[in-house]
């Protein structure tokens, strides 16, 4: 009634509720795509998490316990111990495959021990659930562990978290349960090295250029649109054009042999330099953006100041303008160079190795990266290497989300108030 | 040089935007020592004009001048003139206070830094910061950011700032709009101090100001039919606002127009 009585006094206030009433709605529908967003995010989380606990039936076709000489458990045993073993327990064209690739002797503790875990103790994981099915599903499960016993008398059923304190310091294996990321770990930070050392000068440099230097004529304009079409160019073309660039035509710069370095392994440019220069192209024009609106950023009132006591323009810029715009340009690098360390399609294309145990020593070194090793567990048909590769990404997502807080972190703490 | 010699003198001076010609025919003789104020309404090319004075105007792309300034003999639009050397000497003042986001001390001794200055750092900052009536306040806090200080003090700091590099001509472009009438007091009270060892050209909106302040005023109006700014009178402060020749300044300094 008060309504009422308001619209035949007051013109201003006609249609009034109903103008709230329509505002209500698209009130819950921004609130709706909130919550969708948040939904669909946690989905994600939460099958990846349950995918990285669960039960598992492991075999062993040697007990561990009856390795143990003088009353020394097989852990605690000496390397020439460990090598007298492998010896023992090899074929002599197994061995001398091991020998070929990196002789024994030469070999970590780590490296030997995880030999004798796969070639000698031959852990196997039988079978894995699910974190869902082991926790309400605990009955069926050991139904189906009395029934694999029988077959594998050894077989032993224990609640596994795929993520372990060990995963980055194992090497790839050809067993799910011994196999680990360090590989790729160090795969993905010798590229993601080599993409910064490309990106980072030459994307400043070109937006230092294009902010403060170029003319404003149809040519610079030309190669501004084309700077912002690239960075949405898919990322599988840059690939192709790694390939073509650094793999084959710059063969010889990277592969190393242009500096008298000689990888048996790698006799052709699929290598890390490869790998980072391609991804280094990717995040180019991501940079350069970035960079340019981190410069643009800074007020034109302090190039007139410094321009205004007779400074040059370069000194303007090395003073003034560079400084005020660092924290935005290393905000910006920083996230795209975590979409770097995401990429998996271009290093496909440029040649990520499937399965090497051998960590990359140089520029030269072939390499997997943490994205292709997920990758392709992934796409393996034994359930363990999904688990493994869930594990795996819950170690990816902490490194991105480590790389943003320190954007944020940056972003804040340099925080100029003109 | 002769004291009564002008500093700076336009012959002719046009100045476009493009194609645009934003100031038609100056010629006007700056005097040495005094403070000269150039008035009029908004858009007539007041700090075009100023600008022009130390080659600011070519940080706007597509400016050019016809005519020419000259500065101590020279042709500041010379071929061999570099705008880097004419800003050395000619320095600027703005109109909102632009202070360096570095510590008080680094914005004065910055600019002298860059000019290879060989003397005691500390004393030109000392010396600069006591000509802009600003040491007191300031000389417990040099490491403080600069942007700490209020609007007055920011602005005297970039006056500061000026003197520091040893300029023969200041060159203010409303220095006084973004402050308070006491703030606006003290610039006032600093240029009167300033202009035994410096030139100073002053584009203010403020009549008053021009009134109380300046020795000399140039009142700058737009053509009818062109819109283009010119300088229609040059005179003496007294003269000017008491005894106008023309009917366009006497209409705009009693308020009648603008």
């Given amino acids: ?418 | 040089m002769n004291q009564l010699s002008p500093v700076l003198e336009t012959h002719n001076l046009n100045i476009y935007y493009g194609d645009f010609r934003a100031v038609t025919d100056v010629n006007i003789q700056i005097p040495r020592h005094k403070i000269t104020a150039i008035i009029g309404p908004s858009g007539c090319g007041k700090s075009t004009l100023l600008r022009a004075f130390n080659r600011m105007n070519e940080l706007v792309p597509n400016t050019h001048i016809e005519g020419e300034i000259i500065f101590e003999g020279h042709n500041l639009y010379g071929r061999n003139i570099d705008p880097v050397e004419v800003r050395y000497r000619i320095g600027m003042v703005f109109q909102k206070p632009n202070p360096f986001p570095k510590s008080i001390y680094e914005n004065v001794a910055w600019a002298a830094r860059i000019h290879g200055y060989r003397g005691n750092l500390d004393e030109l900052v000392e010396s600069s910061l006591t000509k802009a009536a600003l040491w007191d306040e300031v000389k417990d806090i040099l490491k403080q950011s600069a942007l700490s200080l209020s609007g007055g003090q920011q602005q005297r700091l970039c006056i500061a700032r000026a003197i520091a590099v040893q300029p023969e001509v200041i060159l203010m472009d409303e220095p006084a709009s973004a402050l308070d009438p006491i703030a606006t007091l003290k610039i006032e009270e600093l240029m009167q101090s300033l202009k035994k060892d410096y030139t100073i050209v002053i584009v203010t909106h403020n009549m008053q100001q021009a009134a109380r302040a300046s020795d000399y005023t140039a009142m700058m109006m737009l053509a009818e039919n062109t819109r283009s700014g010119t300088v229609i009178e040059f005179e003496e402060t007294n003269t000017l606002f008491t005894r106008p020749k023309d009917k366009r300044t006497e209409d705009y300094v009693t308020g009648r127009f603008g």
Avoid at chain 1, 279 to 289: A, E, K, N, T, Y
């Fill in chain 1, 1 to 418: 009634m008060i309504v009422k009585r308001a619209r035949e006094t007051n013109d201003f206030s006609e249609n009034l509720s109903l103008r709230q009433r329509s505002g209500k709605y698209w009130h819950l529908m921004f609130l709706a795509a909130t919550i969708i967003g948040i939904l669909a995010l946690s989905a994600l989380i939460i099958n990846i998490v349950n995918s990285v606990f669960g039960y598992v039936i492991m075999d062993s076709k040697i007990n561990p316990s009856t390795l143990a000489v003088n009353g020394i458990e097989l852990e605690d045993q000496s390397t020439d111990q460990w090598i007298q073993l492998l010896q023992e327990k090899l074929s002599s064209g197994a061995l001398k495959k091991l020998e070929d690739e990196k002789p024994l002797s030469e070999r970590s503790r780590k490296d030997l021990f995880s030999l004798i875990e796969t070639r000698v103790l031959k852990y196997k994981v039988l079978e894995t659930w699910s974190l869902y099915d082991s926790l309400f599903r605990k009955s069926e499960i050991v139904n189906e562990y009395l029934r694999v016993k029988k077959e594998y008398p050894g077989a032993q059923l224990q609640f596994r978290s795929w993520i372990r304190g060990d995963l980055i310091m194992r090497s790839q294996s050809s067993e799910a349960s011994t196999a680990g990321i360090r590989t790729a770990v160090l795969g993905s930070l010798w590229t993601i090295l080599f993409t910064i050392l490309f990106a980072f000068p030459l994307g400043v440099g070109a937006a230092i250029y294009l902010e403060e230097y170029a003319k404003d004529n149809w040519l610079n304009r030309l190669i501004q649109t084309n700077i912002n079409n690239l960075a949405g160019v898919p990322s599988i073309i840059y690939g192709i054009l790694g390939l073509a660039i650094f793999v084959r035509a710059l063969e010889p710069l990277t592969s190393g042999a242009l500096f008298g370095f000689v990888d048996p392994t790698t006799a052709n440019g699929r290598t890390i330099l490869s790998a980072g220069l391609t991804l280094g192209l990717l995040v180019l024009p991501l940079v350069i953006i970035n960079a340019q609106e981190a410069i643009r950023a800074v007020p034109q009132s302090l190039r007139k100041a410094s321009y205004g006591l007779g400074a040059t323009k370069w000194q303007t810029i090395w003073a003034h303008v560079l400084p005020n715009a660092l924290p935005g340009i290393l905000t910006g690098t920083i996230l795209a160079i975590s979409r770097a360390i995401g990429e998996t399609a271009p290093l496909v294309v440029v040649g990520a190795s499937t399965a090497i145990t051998f960590d990359p020593t140089s520029p030269f070194s072939k390499f997997t990266t943490l994205p292709i090793q997920i990758y392709q567990w992934t796409s393996r048909p034994q359930s363990e290497w999904r688990h493994l590769a869930a594990a795996t990404i819950i170690f990816l997502l902490v490194l991105l989300l480590c790389l943003n807080a320190a954007a944020i972190i940056l972003r804040n703490r340099f925080e100029k108030k003109y």
